[in-house]
């Protein structure tokens, strides 16, 4: 028997493979290629999909899941504990854009109720492209990429409200002061049931099924769970996907939450490859090629709209415009959310006929341009650099107290206080190193300053270190941009011995590379980085020392190994110098004849360290291990003795074995086994 719908999944799946693998090589993001395919095999392309209706039930399905993994990853107490920075961002950023679209769609003649509605679904941008392109280019960590991930967490939570918020507007000329009482009602029954939810039912549900230790039962539950909830909120004419949004948040209040979103990733991926290739059928290729002109315009109004709107509340938070830019760049894009809300907008009547198909065209051009807008970044960032704003604007508007000299002669300076910057700090000052640190974000240097009094180390201060009530006083940070000449001389980079650049923005690396090199040509520059393609670049600009993280991590795997395989101290620290000195070509290039160090499989694949414990009756109790020659007699080797607490190390020929001793040999496996016979055999009666 046919089945019209697993016949349109294959064509749709089998396409889509073809369309991003296309994509990938032309580095566009998965989500467009999503697109594309939907625009081939809708009603506008080739016409493949005639389960067009059943399509559209699997996308509800992964909208479901993906408000649904939202809300697992966001626990009611994380909700609780948004940084100031992250809140301020986000809400600056999406309701003055909300107000910038409202009153440009209010000049072109929309009504009240579909401009703000224009607002809400410009103002969210991607957080499934953002944050791809950003860890493809190993920049979440650095301050634009945390600031740029924290604007989107909240546009990920505000969605809820807007979808809430969005039947309202049908009718916000005539009554917007008027909030309908079984709204009210509504609103309450919901905190209270997720409370209670929260609280007692589904933590307590999954402990019982948890003590069954049954995986199948443990998915269903999750499963039911999400779509309970989903159908509950709609039966009570609420969205399916802000009650699957409130299921993932109750399920992120228990332990399992991990293993859930786990467990309900892979539905996830799958049923939201059919939302978005849902919503390129809908895509008019038509229009979009007739109104094609109008189209483009549009799509990078609204980059330049929500570049300068997000770089703008970016500066507001303190930030330098270089931050400001690289920001505003990344969240110019209209995003997924905003398909997910113009559904609810279609429903409603705030969004029909041609102004949908004009939305579903920008919103697919300005999330195809995102990785190009972000590679763009820094080079838009070096031009706002040149451009005759006050200087204040280019080091930032945090009132952080302003950089002073700090220290004269052969000393540190640390560019970036993360993990890295915090380690070599603490041991700078365990050994009595004079250092100064300079941090680009002004929340981490507030919180330095306040842990006490910064101490200004230089050569005179040498000897007070060792006072106890200095160790006390937080550390000599301070703010500033250091792809400034201005903040490295007033940290007298001139004086300065060692320069350490950790931080993860590698265009920011570069610069400060270079300007470090101009201002002092006889420092020493340590970076670090993460790719090892970056070593070469660094070094022609004026690196000394280039560290790969990536590298770096390979290099200690690899002493480990080659210790538990008992190879010589000398010859792991000539490999791993060899490795380090050719700016680590031997990993790159690896040959067989140029490794016989790692080709651990010659080196003792059939020997093994074994140990036994000799047992009160055993026959070898009190003989000393000349009489027993494990050597001579066994061609075994032993290694230690363990006595109680006591670790015996290469023991002589005259100590006597205990009962209860335990005996480390190493040998093959024939040869243990002898040794294990004698050691078990008891004394002879």
């Known amino acids: 028997m046919e089945i019209p719908l697993l016949g349109n999944i294959v064509i749709l799946l089998v396409l889509s493979i073809v369309v991003l ?54 626990s009611l107490e994380s909700l609780l504990r948004i940084k100031k920075s992250v809140l301020m961002g986000g809400s600056l950023q999406v309701w003055l854009t909300v107000l910038a679209v409202f009153a440009i769609a209010m000049k072109l003649g929309q009504s009240f109720g579909e401009s703000i509605f224009l607002g809400f679904l ?43 918020f969005t039947p309202l507007l049908v009718g916000a000329t005539a009554n917007l002061g008027e909030l309908p009482l079984t709204l009210v009602i509504k609103v309450i029954g919901i905190i209270v049931f997720v409370f209670v939810s929260a609280k007692w039912i589904v ?26 909830f989903a159908w509950l909120f709609s039966s009570v004419g609420l969205s399916l996907a802000l009650g699957a949004f409130l299921a993932g948040l109750v399920i992120s209040e228990s332990e399992y939450a ?11 991926d799958i049923a939201m490859s059919f939302f978005f290739i849902s919503i390129g059928m809908l895509l008019d290729v038509g229009f979009l090629f007739q109104h094609l002109g109008i189209i483009v ?73 995102t990785s190009f807008t972000i590679a763009f970044a820094p080079r838009a960032a070096d031009i706002a650099l040149r451009l005759p704003i006050p200087e204040r604007l280019k080091t930032g508007l945090s009132s952080v107290q302003e950089m002073k000299r700090s220290c004269k002669k052969n000393h540190l300076i640390i560019i970036g206080f993360g993990f890295n910057g915090r380690n070599l ?20 240097v507030r919180e330095e300053k306040a842990k006490g009094k910064p101490i200004y180390y230089g050569d005179a201060a040498l000897a007070a270190l060792q006072h106890t009530e200095l160790k006390e006083t937080g550390e000599p940070i301070y703010y500033g941009d250091a792809t400034h000449e201005e903040v490295l001389k007033h940290a007298d980079i001139n004086g300065a011995r060692v320069v350490v650049i950790a931080i993860s923005d590698l265009a920011a690396t570069r610069r400060i590379v270079s300007l470090v090199r101009k201002l002092n040509p006889v420092v020493c520059i340590l970076v670090r980085t993460r790719y090892l393609r ?59 004849e140029s490794a016989s160090l790692l080709d651990l499989k010659h080196h003792f694949y059939d020997l093994k360290v074994v140990t036994f414990r000799v047992g009160e009756k055993s026959g070898i109790v009190g003989k000393t291990l000349s009489q027993i020659d494990l050597r001579k007699e066994y061609d075994v080797t032993l290694l230690t003795i363990h006595r109680g607490s006591q670790i015996l190390s290469n023991p002589s020929g005259d100590m006597q074995l205990c009962a209860n001793d335990v005996l480390v040999v190493f040998g093959s496996p024939d040869k243990i086994a002898m040794v294990e016979e004698l050691v078990h055999n008891p004394k002879d009666m």
Do not use: W
Not at 258 to 268: C, K, R, S, T, Y
Not at 324 to 336: R, T, Y
Not at 425 to 444: D, F, L, Q, S
């Open 534 to 592: 970056d070593i070469k670049s660094l070094h022609e600009i004026g690196a000394n020392v280039v560290i790969p993280g990536e590298f770096e991590t390979s290099v200690e795997i690899l002493t480990r190994v080659l210790r538990r395989f008992l190879v010589p101290e000398s010859d792991i620290e000539k490999y791993v110098a060899e490795i380090r000195s050719g700016d680590y070509e031997i990993l790159q290039n690896f040959r067989r």
């Open 203 to 228: 933590p307590h549900g999954l402990h019982q099924i948890i003590r069954t230790r049954n995986r199948e039962l443990f998915l269903l539950f999750v499963v039911v769970t999400c779509l309970g």
């Open 21 to 74: 693998f296309a994509c990938s090589h032309l580095r566009i993001p998965t989500v467009v290629g999503f697109f594309l395919t939907g625009m081939l095999v809708g009603p506008c392309g080739l016409e493949l999909i005639k389960a067009g209706h059943e399509v559209e039930i699997l996308a509800e399905i992964g909208v479901i899941l993906l408000l649904f993994t939202i809300g697992i990853e966001f």
């Open 297 to 369: 315009l549009i799509a990078l109004g609204v980059i330049a709209l929500k570049t300068t709107i997000a770089g703008f509340a970016t500066i507001l938070l303190g930030f330098p415009i270089r931050t400001a830019v690289l920001v505003g760049l990344a969240l110019s894009q209209i995003g997924e959310f905003s398909f997910v809300l113009s559904k609810t907008g279609v429903e409603y009547g705030l969004l029909t006929g041609s102004n949908y198909q004009l939305f579903l065209a920008v919103s697919v051009l300005t999330m195809a341009a």
């Open 425 to 444: 700090a603490r041991a700078a000052k365990a050994g009595g190193i004079p250092y100064v640190i300079i941090e680009m974000n002004p929340e981490t």
């Open 258 to 268: 991990h293993q859930a979103l786990g467990n309900i990733l892979p539905f996830h």
């Open 122 to 164: 410009i103002s969210l941008s991607s957080t499934a492209i953002v944050l791809k392109v950003i860890q493809e280019r190993a920049e979440v960590v650095s301050l634009h990429g945390s600031t740029t991930l924290g604007v989107l967490i909240y546009q990920d939570i505000i969605i809820v409200p807007m979808m809430l």
